[in-house]
């Protein structure tokens, strides 16, 4: 057996959104509003899931993202993906072949 065999116990807890297995939470800026709204390029998808129009570092990104409430706060979870500008648009592209494979198999 190797000596230099490393742990890879962090790298196969992906499935676990909650707060107490991972590091700080880096807040997200949001636009607010005075209406109540604090951030009109937000969806919701249900079950604590949104798809989120976010500026990052002057680029724009589609994130998709499961949230875990923390003291009554919503905040973003590891389980998700945040998609650059080329990365939405190819797969909008693909979105016709991907409703074809849904209506054969489900």
Known sequence: MPKNKK?????TSDSDSGPEDRGPVK?????????????????????????????????????IREFYNADGELRPGKKGIMLTMEQWHKFKEVMPELEDAIKRNV
């Open 7 to 11: 742990s890879k116990k962090s790298d």
């Open 27 to 63: 807040k997200q800026k949001t636009q607010n509003k005075s209406s109540g709204d604090s951030d009109e390029n937000s969806w919701d998808l249900g079950k604590n899931r949104f798809v989120k129009l976010t500026e990052f570092k002057g680029k724009w990104y589609v994130n």
